[in-house]
């Protein structure tokens, strides 16, 4: 896996009805999914959580093999911390308070709709990247916090940060980061006098700015042209050693 947060999520599937597990597969394409695997049994479920690390599970509660849903998602999470949603057919409470003992992010009783689907899915993955975080600099260096890894990054090779949603984009010399978190309450963990926010949606290292268009008030990062907003222009240029 690589430091880069995933933007489509993967998605790990366990169910051994075909007839549900074709439907599930339709269901989720249509949804946007594209990166999803979807097996009948615990071993291979396994395996793949092993070479893929998915960022969520969908588990039905009766599959293949010796192991049930509810146990290979307590294996699961004891693992890696990934958030399941439980597909079922069981309704009775004995089976339902086995299933939260796992903490599940959802439980959905079959059949069930598309849009319950695609609202437990998007929560789980939002309330798991809440828990998200940037750990606070030591000396020279930040730690992005992902699921059980830690990600250093160089505070220095910090570019320029992009803002699109409810995520700042960190692009570093070689790569770009994701993390769940407001672009002001990431730059208080950066060093002021080298990072301001240029724009609603950007903040640049100062250091890495290579040119300034004055007329059209734009500045070039790594070739990559940037805006400077019109109520960021006074404190930007005041920053500037000029002659």
Do not use: W
Not at 75 to 103: G, M
């Amino acid at each position: 896996m690589t430091a880069e947060m995933p933007t489509d999520p993967f998605i790990l599937a366990v169910e051994d009805d075909p007839i549900y597990a074709e439907t599930l597969e339709l269901v989720l394409r249509d949804l946007g999914y594209q990166n999803f695997d979807v097996v009948d049994n615990a071993a291979s479920a396994l395996k793949l959580f092993r070479d893929k690390e998915p960022d969520i599970l969908l588990a039905d509660i009766q599959i293949n093999g010796p192991m049930n849903g509810i146990e290979l998602a307590s294996i699961i999470s004891s693992i890696r911390p990934t958030p399941t949603v439980f597909l079922t057919s069981f309704t009775d409470n004995h089976t339902f308070q086995k299933a939260k003992e796992t903490r599940p992010a959802a439980y959905i009783v079959k059949p069930y709709h598309a849009t319950n689907l695609q609202a437990a899915i998007e929560l789980a993955i939002e309330n798991q990247n809440s828990q998200q975080a940037v750990e606070a600099p030591q000396n020279d260096v930040l730690f992005i916090r992902y699921n059980s890894r830690l990600f250093k990054i160089s505070i220095p090779d910090i570019q320029f940060i992009e803002v699109d949603e409810k995520y700042c984009h960190i692009q570093t010399v070689s790569k770009k980061y994701a993390v769940n978190m407001r672009l002001k309450n990431l730059l208080d963990l950066l060093p002021a006098e080298r990072f301001m926010q240029i724009h609603r949606s950007y903040a640049v290292n100062l250091d890495a700015v290579e040119e300034i268009n004055t007329e059209q008030h734009i500045i070039r990062v790594r070739g990559i042209e940037i805006p400077i907003g019109k109520t960021f222009r006074e404190a930007f240029f005041a920053k500037l050693k000029m002659i």
